[in-house]
């Protein structure tokens, strides 16, 4: 999945940011967010400082994006 989180990044970099975390090395952070080690990609999308949207497993970029679209107030969308 990193290679589409990173085409998504790349083509919405003046609508959203994308930050990665790593699960291993950010414990307090995982466990403030309830991000399991489970082995299966977990999205948390934040609008504003609040979590508006979370989204597990793997999935087409398109599919992705349309997630990610659906939960954050895009001027214009």
Known sequence: MAPVVAEIAL???NTFIV??????TNPITSEKHQLLRSGHPAYIVF???EE????????????????????????GN
């Open 52 to 75: 508006v949207g979370r989204f597990r497993g793997i999935m087409a970029k398109a599919e992705l994006l349309r997630n990610i679209l659906s939960v954050i107030d895009v001027e």
């Open 19 to 24: 930050a990665k975390l790593n699960l291993f």
């Open 11 to 13: 083509e919405n970099k």
């Open 47 to 49: 609008q504003d400082g």
